[in-house]
């Protein structure tokens, strides 16, 4: 059954209604094959660029629809229910777009931007490096200019959409200061030296590929510095704060999903003559996968409406982040139980879910890192 939602609007319902229709017809009925295939979705980003859900959150002006994140992360939840991959990719997307979006000049704006949220360019975004993750001020990728370039050099490591995107706003160190000598460059996909590694071999979102990407030399002209020399590691935190309710909202999706199927299937499967949602032992095992979804629902939007308001959110972003995720790992495991044996095969889509739950605990700082987040703000 689909989530009950208290919308804003008549129009952000009806945007929240093609949305629906969208994953329903176009985004579910591939993730299975997709995802067994390891192929990468594509067509259906610029599918989502024509109808207007990759720039939801950013202004009409450059071809965005200056929606608020409370709706914006709702949509998000809808397609990740749908097909986690493409809903991951959808969140990644948003945050690449985020530097330029705010840190921009309007000349830079007024080139890029409109084809990143039209879907004719996707988007990628390279902060972490293989020993830089948690600690992400200790990135090594260096840029020196040369000229009216930069050139580049380091391996960037776990990047969504490598190999596959268009763009990749990447970090970089201009300076020697630990966290002030990082800069942020709009990396076109086509530069020379650019290159990226053999896809990694995940144990899910498989139809999302994942590489390193290699810089060897490679020349970024200096009119792709966004902000200014420096800004770099500001621009990247404050992407990750709002990338983290995207997350919180993927996770929000596919634990719906789960808890739908699990459903689903009790409701159609009988044992000593009754359905086994009547039985006390799964009945309640899903009353309680039921309470952890609405209430990490509660945690995303409650961040998203103080983002709206221009409150402060950050420490409502990482509980959002690690409610949301921690739940939808415990949420998918629960379904494969209900399941029973059905639930450990391909046939049904929750071993699937199961295995695609797991990594959003660790990416976009991990939860380990939320706590460390959460307990300074106190």
């Given at each position: 059954?689909?989530?009950?939602?208290?919308?804003?609007?008549?129009?952000?319902?009806?945007?929240?209604?093609?949305?629906?229709?969208?994953?329903?017809?176009?985004?579910?009925?591939?993730?299975?094959?997709?995802?067994?295939?390891?192929?990468?979705?594509?067509?259906?980003?610029?599918?989502?660029g024509r109808s207007g859900l990759l720039g939801l959150p950013y202004p009409e002006r450059w071809g965005g629809s200056a929606l608020p994140y409370e709706v914006y992360l709702?949509?998000?939840?809808?397609?990740?229910?749908?097909?986690?991959?493409?809903?991951?990719?959808?969140?990644?997307?948003?945050?690449?777009?985020?530097?330029?979006?705010?840190?921009?000049?309007?000349?830079?704006?007024?080139?890029?931007?409109?084809?990143?949220?039209?879907?004719?360019?996707?988007?990628?975004?390279?902060?972490?490096?293989?020993?830089?993750?948690?600690?992400?001020?200790?990135?090594?990728?260096?840029?020196?200019?040369?000229?009216?370039?930069?050139?580049?050099?380091?391996?960037?490591?776990?990047?969504?959409?490598?190999?596959?995107?268009?763009?990749?706003?990447?970090?970089?160190?201009?300076?020697?200061?630990?966290?002030?000598?990082?800069?942020?460059?709009?990396?076109?996909?086509?530069?020379?030296?650019?290159?990226?590694?053999?896809?990694?071999?995940?144990?899910?979102?498989?139809?999302?590929?994942?590489?390193?990407?290699?810089?060897?030399?490679?020349?970024?002209?200096?009119?792709?510095?966004?902000?200014?020399?420096?800004?770099?590691?500001?621009?990247?935190?404050?992407?990750?704060?709002?990338?983290?309710?995207?997350?919180?909202?993927?996770?929000?999706?596919?634990?719906?999903?789960?808890?739908?199927?699990?459903?689903?299937?009790?409701?159609?499967?009988?044992?000593?003559?009754?359905?086994?949602?009547?039985?006390?032992?799964?009945?309640?095992?899903?009353?309680?996968?039921?309470?952890?979804?609405?209430?990490?629902?509660?945690?995303?939007?409650?961040?998203?409406?103080?983002?709206?308001?221009?409150?402060?959110?950050?420490?409502?972003?990482?509980?959002?982040?690690?409610?949301?995720?921690?739940?939808?790992?415990?949420?998918?495991?629960?379904?494969?139980?209900?399941?029973?044996?059905?639930?450990?095969?391909?046939?049904?889509?929750?071993?699937?879910?199961?295995?695609?739950?797991?990594?959003?605990?660790?990416?976009?700082?991990?939860?380990?890192?939320?706590?460390?987040?959460?307990?300074?703000?106190?």
């Amino acid at each position: 059954m689909p989530a009950e939602r208290l919308l804003p609007s008549t129009e952000a319902a009806d945007l929240l209604a093609l949305t629906r229709e969208i994953a329903t017809r176009e985004l579910a009925p591939l993730a299975a094959e997709y995802e067994e295939q390891g192929r990468f979705p594509r067509e259906q980003f610029r599918l989502l660029g024509r109808s207007g859900l990759l720039g939801l959150p950013y202004p009409e002006r450059w071809g965005g629809s200056a929606l608020p994140y409370e709706v914006y992360l709702q949509v998000l939840e809808e397609i990740a229910g749908a097909w986690m991959s493409v809903g991951v990719g959808l969140s990644v997307h948003t945050m690449s777009c985020y530097a330029l979006a705010e840190h921009g000049t309007d000349a830079q704006r007024e080139r890029w931007l409109p084809d990143m949220l039209a879907g004719d360019l996707l988007g990628a975004y390279a902060l972490s490096e293989s020993q830089s993750g948690s600690d992400a001020a200790a990135l090594s990728t260096k840029a020196v200019l040369d000229g009216d370039a930069y050139r580049v050099n380091g391996t960037k490591a776990w990047i969504t959409h490598g190999g596959q995107a268009d763009f990749y706003t990447t970090m970089v160190r201009t300076g020697s200061d630990r966290t002030r000598g990082i800069s942020c460059l709009l990396v076109d996909a086509a530069t020379p030296g650019l290159s990226a590694a053999a896809p990694e071999r995940k144990m899910g979102l498989t139809g999302s590929t994942t590489t390193q990407m290699i810089f060897a030399d490679a020349l970024v002209p200096t009119d792709r510095l966004l902000g200014a020399e420096g800004d770099g590691f500001r621009i990247a935190l404050t992407a990750l704060n709002s990338g983290r309710l995207g997350i919180a909202a993927c996770a929000v999706g596919l634990a719906q999903a789960a808890l739908d199927e699990a459903v689903a299937y009790a409701r159609g499967r009988s044992q000593f003559g009754r359905a086994i949602i009547e039985f006390q032992g799964i009945e309640f095992l899903l009353a309680d996968m039921a309470a952890a979804v609405e209430s990490a629902r509660a945690t995303y939007l409650d961040a998203a409406r103080r983002r709206d308001r221009g409150m402060p959110f950050v420490r409502q972003a990482s509980v959002a982040k690690l409610v949301a995720t921690d739940t939808a790992m415990k949420v998918t495991t629960d379904a494969v139980q209900v399941l029973g044996g059905a639930g450990y095969t391909r046939d049904f889509p929750v071993e699937r879910y199961m295995r695609e739950a797991k990594v959003p605990q660790i990416f976009e700082g991990t939860n380990q890192i939320q706590r460390v987040v959460i307990a300074r703000n106190l």
